[in-house]
């Protein structure tokens, strides 16, 4: 049995006062009491999510390209200067279990990993703004698949000509909804949506786990 498995045992065992002598019925699913009160849990946090949440942190400060000389191992090593968060969705091969532990963190990262454009040049049009290319109305000509957004602005807003018969109309006006950057607006810069200021809190990747379940928000307002 895993540590997480261990730890949640403990929990679950003091939650419904279950002992070796005295054992109780668990009245209510584990995964159930762990989801937020909003959700209609007990706010408890299941291990498994949170220790995923904590490796996501190490995912997040690859990707911000922290320097040290831990992160320029790894990086010589397994990232060889790729993103952290296309490295993620590959099987994981053979390599160091701290690695592997890395890249299961990873996996939250596009839960709330945004882009903040700026000039545009480091922002890939048809992946760093959604999985554009998965959703396009026909297939993406060879020359236009490594369009960057500076590709698709002109004059401090979005010129979409190039694209616009790939792209669902909902989608289009979703794009020019958003912000265009520009040379005055700072270097490109990936930012976490989750939290109020942009920076990573392990608080808001645990509850990203739970941001496309089927359960509806828990209306606690009528109490």
């Excluded at 490594?146 to 669902?168: A, I, N, Q």
Aim: aromatic letters at 10%.
């Amino acid at each position: 049995m895993s540590i997480c498995n261990t730890l949640d045992r403990l929990n679950r065992n003091f939650l419904w006062r279950h002992t070796e002598e005295k054992k109780k019925i668990h009245l209510v699913k584990w995964d159930t009491v762990c989801k937020p009160k909003c959700y209609g849990g007990l706010g408890l946090k299941k291990s498994s999510c949170v220790n995923q949440a904590l490796l996501a942190k190490t995912g997040w400060r690859l990707l911000q390209k922290e320097q040290g000389l831990w992160a320029e191992a790894l990086n010589k090593k397994y990232l060889k200067d790729d993103c952290i968060m296309q490295k993620s969705t590959l099987p994981f091969s053979a390599s160091s279990n701290t690695w592997k532990g890395i890249l299961y963190g990873a996996q939250l990262l596009p839960n709330g990993v945004k882009w903040r454009i700026g000039p545009g040049t480091e922002i890939s049009f048809w992946t760093d703004l959604g999985a554009l290319s998965d959703i396009a109305l026909k297939p993406i000509p060879s020359h236009l698949q490594s369009l960057r957004v500076c590709d698709v602005v002109y004059d401090g807003g979005w010129d979409l000509r190039m694209v616009k018969k790939f792209l669902p109309e909902d989608v289009k006006l979703k794009i020019l909804s958003m912000h265009a950057g520009g040379i005055r607006s700072g270097d490109d810069t990936t930012i976490w949506k989750l939290s109020h200021n942009g920076k990573f809190t392990v608080k808001s990747a645990y509850h990203s786990l739970f941001l496309n379940s089927k359960t509806k928000p828990w209306p606690w307002d009528f109490i």
